[in-house]
T-cell receptor, first 113, second 114 residues
């Protein structure tokens, strides 16, 4: 089966610009998660979708971040306007319902200059 | 609130030596526990998981972990390190029920010397 796909793999943008990250989870996985790792620090939770609904968005840093999951399939994470501190690797993961581990994508490395 | 502490941000072992990566957790409910591995330029890969069945859990690539409730620990071990084990390892905890977010530890980078 296809894994979790993220694109772009790298993005370099200027402060103030907008960037949209996309995640395609494994087909049939109801749960979709976004995480971020900044400068080798801890992997921080951003938000959790169950199908198209936001189950938990307590980790979203501020209102410059907007996540959507269209029809319970792919998800996008938009940062608008981007700030320097938004730089990091953004990971998407998906899982079926239940006590399962996650399948991660390879991540999008975002650099804001 | 749940949290995970990984002791040692870097661990170095010789090839063929025992690998021991330490993880302690805190959770208000019986947790699910996981170990993930990340190789350079890749996403995290699930190594093994504990979901309240056997306390000794075997994973991929010869790794195993033991859940010790009394010590709130879930240490990862491998009897004999291989050069290909060099990577970053993350311990993670999630609340019971499977419907909650997973909290990750800070990670331990494993170096394997020839």
């Amino acid at each position: 089966e296809a894994g979790v796909t993220q694109f772009p793999s790298h993005s370099v943008i200027e402060k103030g610009q907008t960037v949209t990250l996309r995640c395609d989870p494994i087909s049939g996985h109801d749960n979709l998660y976004w995480y971020r790792r900044v400068m080798g620090k801890e992997i921080k939770f951003l938000l959790h979708f169950v199908k198209e609904s936001k189950q938990d968005e307590s980790g979203m840093p501020n209102n410059r971040f907007l996540a959507e999951r269209t029809g319970g399939t792919y998800s996008t994470l938009k940062v608008q306007p981007a700030e320097l501190e938004d730089s990091g690797v953004y990971f998407c993961a998906s899982s079926p319902r239940g006590p399962y581990g996650y399948t991660f994508g390879s991540g999008t490395r975002l650099t804001v200059v | 609130a749940q949290s995970v502490t990984q002791l040692g941000s870097h661990v170095s072992v010789s090839e063929g030596a025992l690998v021991l990566l330490r993880c302690n957790y805190s959770s208000s409910v019986p947790p699910y526990l996981f170990w993930y591995v990340q190789y350079p330029n890749q996403g995290l890969q699930l190594l093994l998981k504990y979901t309240s069945a056997a306390t000794l859990v075997k994973g991929i690539n010869g790794f195993e972990a033991e859940f010790k409730k009394s010590e709130t620990s879930f240490h990862l071990t491998k009897p004999s390190a291989h050069m290909s084990d060099a990577a970053e390892y993350f311990c993670a905890v999630r609340g019971g029920g499977g419907g909650f977010k997973t909290i990750f530890g800070a990670g331990t980078r494993l170096f394997v010397k020839a």
